[in-house]
């Protein structure tokens, strides 16, 4: 009897410890197949949030230029209009063939090597965390290389839009369009990758988290060598060297494309996450609207101090300059930093604008002041205002943090601008030489819209 007993509870035992041993094997399993799908639906999420991102960033390209031809003479508008699609298509191809590669693609502290025509394996960790490409610059996130590429596009695109405005009303068509390919395919990406492509300025501690230099102040410098290139509008200027006034035809047009822009910052700025984390798009998403609402507020008593009315148009580039100033800051700021610097943005506009008409630089709608002047004072603000409560480990000089930060700052900001408006300046030269850059006289006189394409923005 006690051997029958002990017969069973040892294979009792026996069936228990098989079944123990092959539910584990199946609970293991189901645990690896359990993190496998977390971690697709962490890449999907992750994934349509960046495109989202980068449709609202795209659309900001209405917005410059409803704001560029509304801040223009109604004569010049088909122009500047057709500008502002023409760049998108260009920037796109330059982007892709040769672009992307300089700026992401691994290489040396100077320039990418690899890559070009998005040819090459990623760096995803999504793939692998051990998986080499060639891409290892943007190996951090683990969205699609596609992904990847057109969020970086768009941004791309719009450096290149920011010169659309600078150089209006009397540039070739043609002459734009080629400089705009140069700027994306070379002058945007070298840049862009000692910064965020694993270079030199990004090894030495320089930040720049949504692209004040790396977008608005290279498309600035950029801008500005054209203006210099091109020289002023016919009659912007008196023969005493006074300025005579050419204010836009429809400031309808330029309050819209203000609040489009305003609106595809939210993809401009969160989207630089280029990850679903909620806490950090949330955070970035109100640092960067409370800087745009400061620099409106600050503008509109600006104007009316400076010029003695509140100046509707001046207070829409109030608002960009505290979107401008704001984006590279803003994941590594307070809120009330973010209005601080906005405010400061807003007032700086309104010192800029007159500043650059004053001795004689020709910028129609105020570019250079938003995206040159503000972007510079964004990126050192972040040198400034960068709070240790965000938990980045970079502190500004406000926060205890020294003037570490705040040098390297500058040696970006003065390396980028250096070599953007350095090659810019060549490169419009070459252009003018080849081509030629300005339209005729009598064509300028008479609009360029006619001369230039044929049609009239207003038939009637």
């Known amino acids: 009897m006690d051997r029958r007993i002990r017969f069973f509870v040892f294979t009792l035992c026996f ?95 100077v320039m990418g090597t690899n890559g070009f025509f998005l040819s090459g394996p990623d760096n995803s960790p999504s793939l692998d965390p051990n998986y080499k490409g060639v891409f290892s610059s943007l190996g951090w996130t683990g969205v699609p290389l596609y992904a990847k590429f057109f969020f970086q596009l768009v941004f791309a695109a719009t450096a290149a839009t920011i010169v659309s405005g600078c150089v209006a009303e009397r540039i070739k068509f043609s002459s734009f369009m080629i400089f705009s390919f140069l700027l994306v395919a070379i002058v945007y990406p070298i840049q862009g990758h000692w910064i965020w492509g694993g270079g030199w300025l990004s090894g030495m501690g320089f930040l720049d988290f949504a692209g004040s ?14 203006i210099i290139v091109l020289g002023p509008r016919i009659g912007k200027y008196t023969s005493e060297g006074k300025l005579s006034p050419m204010p836009g035809h429809n400031l309808p047009l330029v309050t819209l494309g203000g609040f489009i822009l305003w609106l595809g910052w939210f993809g401009f700025n969160p989207g630089s996450t280029m990850a679903a984390d909620a806490d950090a798009i949330s955070r970035i998403a109100v640092t960067t609207n409370l800087a745009a609402a400061a620099g409106v507020i600050t503008s509109s008593i600006a104007s009316r101090t400076m010029f003695g009315k509140a100046d509707l148009s001046m207070s829409v580039n109030g608002a960009l300059a505290g979107l401008v100033a704001i984006t590279a800051p803003c994941a590594n700021v307070t809120p009330m930093g973010a209005v601080i610097i906005g405010a400061i943005a807003g007032v700086v506009v309104c010192i800029a604008v007159p500043f650059f008409d004053k001795i ?3 910028d129609p709608v105020g570019a ?87 049609m009239s923005a207003y038939t009637d």
């Open 15 to 109: 069936l228990v410890f098989g079944i123990f041993c092959f539910s584990n094997s199946v609970w293991a399993e189901d645990l690896k197949s359990l993190a496998k799908t977390v971690a697709g639906l962490k890449v999907a999420a992750d994934t349509v949030w960046v495109m989202i991102a980068g449709f609202l960033v795209f659309f900001m390209h209405a917005g410059f230029a409803m704001l560029e031809s509304g801040l223009c003479r109604a004569k010049n508008a088909v122009a500047i209009l057709y500008k502002n699609l023409g760049v998108v298509a260009v920037s796109s191809i330059a982007f892709w063939v040769i672009g992307f590669a300089f700026m992401f693609g691994d290489g040396n502290s």
């Open 213 to 226: 230099t790396v977008v608005h102040s290279v498309g600035g410098w950029a801008g500005l060598a054209g």
């Open 360 to 362: 004689k630089i020709d």
């Open 368 to 454: 250079v002041s938003v995206h040159l002047v503000c972007g510079i004072f964004g990126t050192l603000a972040l040198g400034l205002f960068a709070a240790p409560s965000i938990d980045s480990g970079v502190v500004g000089l406000f926060y205890g943090g020294g003037t570490s930060l705040l040098f390297k700052q500058f040696i970006g900001v003065l390396a980028v601008g250096l070599f953007t408006f350095i090659l810019s300046l060549v490169l419009w030269n070459i252009v003018k030489a080849m081509l030629g850059v300005r339209v005729s006289e009598e064509d300028e006189v008479a609009g360029i819209d006619i001369s230039e394409h044929g």
